[in-house]
């Protein structure tokens, strides 16, 4: 998947500019103004349209690098039955390490978020090696945990006294891991 942080950075380290990258991406289908477009928005990290392998093999050669210089790789994994606070602090371990130092450590941490957390890893690291990446030089650019809510099914009451009742909420999150050369 582009990157379009890296994309920048390239093209800054590189001197070419969108004008220079459009007339690169433009295509059958595609006028140079619209490719223009298409660039500014995937720099903006605004992926519409979503950029295809096609795309990709264009600006690399444009910009004279290899694919994974300007790509990244993401997996989520959507309602995880885990609260967010509890994943939180798995991922924040991981975050900004080598996968192979992070898988090690999510292997022997005593949380209930590892494992899932390191099946996430794994998958993102299978897309990379799918698409021809260095596995050896990846590191885990990006690790983070966002509240989605309730669980479905899980709205109970525990009975307290004088006749009340307290919800019993158990939380969901969504955890997102993103792999890259570095």
């Known amino acids: 998947m582009l990157s379009g942080k890296k994309l920048t950075q390239v093209c800054k380290e590189r001197k070419i500019s969108d004008g220079q990258l459009a007339e690169h991406l433009a295509h059958g289908g595609m006028s140079t103004e619209d490719a223009l477009g298409v660039v500014r928005n995937w720099k903006k ?8 392998k096609e795309d990709v093999e264009r600006l690399v050669s444009a910009l004279g690098v290899e694919t994974g210089a300007i790509s990244e790789w993401r997996v989520s994994y959507r309602y995880a039955p ?3 606070s509890k ?3 798995v991922t924040q371990m991981i975050a900004g390490r080598d996968v192979q130092d992070a898988l090690d450590l999510l292997t022997f941490t005593h949380k209930r978020a590892a494992p899932h957390i390191k099946k996430l890893l794994q998958s993102a690291v299978a897309n990379a090696d799918e698409q021809e990446a260095d596995v050896e030089n990846l590191y885990v650019v990006e690790a983070r945990v966002d509240q989605a809510g309730r669980r479905i ?4 009451w525990f009975p307290k006294d004088r006749g ?5 909420r158990k ?12």
């Open 153 to 156: 099914g899980t709205k109970a």
């Open 164 to 168: 009340r009742a307290h919800p019993i």
């Open 171 to 182: 939380e969901a999150s969504h955890i997102h891991v993103t792999v890259s050369e570095g």
């Open 82 to 84: 885990m609260s967010a």
């Open 87 to 89: 994943a939180r602090l």
């Open 45 to 52: 990290e605004l992926y519409i349209p979503a950029p295809g």
